[in-house]
């Protein structure tokens, strides 16, 4: 059984470290095309499968109509436990016959009846997918997408010799069947890689590190070795897929994520130094590390680069150390607005500024409303010195009191 299955390194045979699958698996996914197959009564399935009834009539209460042998083998997964084995036989049987329709109705079958009994199917499915027949091929190259991340050492050396086919159209099945089993089994998925990144054919590196994405985040130690390696391969788009990875790191392994954004940080290729100044925006701005990069990245002769840790500086620094920092870039700096900007991080307006720059830091007056203007006028009036007409005009007797 399929929930049974427990994968192994093909070399030494000692059992993956897996905890858990990335990916739960749609079983339905697994199962031939939808058609008449699935309305056969099960009691009837194995008769027609192997040929002892030529074509079955459906009664009306299972929708009606006739299915044939190939209809049975693609039901050959609906059988009853205790009929499994003569089914297994079978399907067999029917991998191997002269008939292209059969073998093809057998490989449709394949992958869903593994998860009932997967025994000498992957040496059935290896033949298929060198057959004659272009159709039988391709049919079976799907079967290879569906099993290998259900089988991942059962289809190992299948997916080996495909990966290496000089057909382009097995490569590429090959690849997509290996996405998808490092995806589900990313411990696998680095074994294929570890391989096709030490090929001499450029495509197969650039292939496998493309697939590299896929393992960054779950591959764990051997992954992050893979991407390191990649980083050092002498072709461009190799280390360029594998600096892809580096945003990815920065999130789940941010420590090792730094470590090779260091080693890639003064790459030759453009893409690949954008690629790391992506992943560098995401790193701890408070590690003395980082800060010790990005001053390099800023001496960097790649205009971009140096941008980008320009625009960090006053992240990473603050007082004294800024301004002497943005002042020492400045003496070498040759671009007109990264000058203009280190202009601005090394001087201290407050005191180095114009007079409007200076005006900027100092406290605005409090402002008064109109009813607490008054009130002070009021009381400054009365507040007021008075003179000597004043005096003599507050003690002169009025009209009305001399009478």
């Given at each position: 059984?399929?929930?049974?299955?427990?994968?192994?390194?093909?070399?030494?045979?000692k059992?993956?470290?897996?905890?858990?699958?990335s990916?739960e698996?749609?079983?339905?996914s697994l199962?031939?095309?939808?058609?008449?197959?699935?309305?056969i009564?099960?009691?009837?399935?194995?008769?027609?499968?192997e040929g002892g009834?030529?074509?079955?009539?459906?009664?009306?209460?299972?929708?009606?109509?006739?299915?044939?042998r190939?209809d049975?083998?693609?039901?050959l997964?609906?059988?009853y436990?205790?009929?499994?084995?003569?089914?297994?036989e079978i399907?067999?049987?029917?991998?191997?016959?002269?008939?292209?329709?059969?073998?093809?109705?057998?490989?449709?079958?394949?992958?869903?009846?593994?998860?009932k009994?997967?025994?000498?199917?992957?040496?059935?499915?290896?033949?298929?997918?060198?057959d004659?027949?272009?159709?039988?091929?391709?049919?079976?190259m799907?079967?290879?997408?569906?099993m290998?991340?259900?089988?991942?050492s059962?289809?190992?050396?299948?997916?080996?010799?495909?990966?290496?086919?000089?057909?382009k159209?097995?490569?590429?099945?090959?690849?997509?069947?290996?996405?998808?089993t490092?995806i589900?089994?990313?411990?696998?998925?680095?074994?294929?890689?570890?391989e096709l990144?030490?090929?001499e054919?450029?495509?197969?590196?650039?292939?496998?590190?493309?697939?590299l994405?896929?393992i960054?985040?779950?591959?764990?130690?051997?992954?992050?070795?893979?991407i390191?390696?990649?980083?050092?391969?002498e072709?461009?788009?190799v280390?360029?897929?594998?600096?892809?990875?580096l945003?990815?790191l920065?999130?789940?392994?941010p420590?090792?994520?730094?470590?090779?954004?260091?080693?890639?940080?003064?790459?030759?290729?453009?893409?690949?130094?954008?690629?790391?100044?992506?992943?560098?925006?995401?790193?701890?701005?408070?590690?003395?590390?980082v800060?010790?990069?990005?001053?390099?990245?800023?001496r960097s002769?790649?205009?971009?680069l140096?941008?980008?840790?320009?625009?960090?500086?006053?992240?990473?620094l603050?007082?004294?150390r800024?301004?002497?920092s943005?002042?020492?870039?400045?003496?070498?700096?040759t671009?007109?607005?990264?000058?203009?900007?280190?202009?601005?991080l090394?001087?201290?307006?407050?005191?180095?500024?114009s007079e409007?720059?200076?005006?900027?830091?100092l406290?605005?007056?409090?402002?008064?409303?109109?009813?607490?203007?008054?009130?002070?006028?009021?009381?400054?009036?009365?507040?007021?010195?008075?003179?000597?007409?004043?005096?003599?005009k507050?003690?002169?007797?009025?009209p009305?009191?001399?009478?």
């Open positions: 059984m399929a929930d049974d299955y427990v994968a192994r390194d093909p070399r030494t045979g059992i993956i470290q897996q905890r858990k699958k990916v698996m749609d079983i339905r199962h031939p095309p939808d058609g008449p197959w699935q309305r009564p099960v009691y009837e399935i194995l008769n027609l499968a009834t030529e074509r079955l009539e459906l009664s009306l209460t299972n929708g009606g109509g006739f299915v044939k190939t049975g083998i693609r039901a997964a609906r059988v436990e205790n009929s499994i084995p003569k089914a297994h399907l067999l049987e029917a991998l191997d016959d002269d008939d292209r329709e059969i073998r093809i109705a057998g490989l449709e079958i394949m992958p869903s009846f593994s998860l009994l997967h025994t000498d199917l992957m040496v059935y499915l290896s033949d298929r997918l060198q004659g027949d272009l159709k039988v091929r391709k049919v079976a799907q079967a290879l997408q569906k290998s991340p259900i089988f991942p059962g289809c190992e050396d299948i997916l080996r010799r495909e990966l290496r086919s000089m057909d159209n097995h490569r590429k099945n090959a690849f997509e069947a290996l996405k998808l490092s589900a089994w990313p411990e696998t998925g680095c074994l294929h890689i570890d990144i030490r090929e054919d450029v495509d197969l590196r650039r292939k496998g590190s493309k697939i994405r896929n960054a985040a779950k591959g764990g130690p051997s992954g992050w070795d893979l390191g390696w990649s980083l050092e391969d072709d461009a788009q280390r360029r897929n594998a600096a892809q990875c945003v990815t920065t999130n789940s392994e420590r090792i994520a730094l470590i090779l954004v260091e080693h890639a940080l003064n790459d030759d290729d453009t893409n690949v130094r954008n690629s790391v100044i992506r992943a560098m925006k995401k790193l701890d701005m408070q590690s003395p590390r800060t010790d990069m990005i001053l390099r990245g800023a002769r790649d205009l971009n140096r941008t980008a840790c320009v625009e960090q500086l006053s992240i990473i603050t007082g004294d800024l301004r002497e943005a002042a020492e870039l400045l003496r070498q700096e671009n007109p607005k990264l000058r203009k900007r280190l202009t601005a090394s001087i201290d307006i407050e005191l180095d500024g409007s720059e200076k005006n900027r830091f406290a605005p007056v409090e402002k008064i409303n109109d009813d607490e203007d008054k009130e002070l006028s009021m009381q400054i009036k009365q507040d007021q010195p008075k003179g000597e007409y004043d005096k003599q507050a003690s002169r007797a009025k009305e009191d001399l009478r």
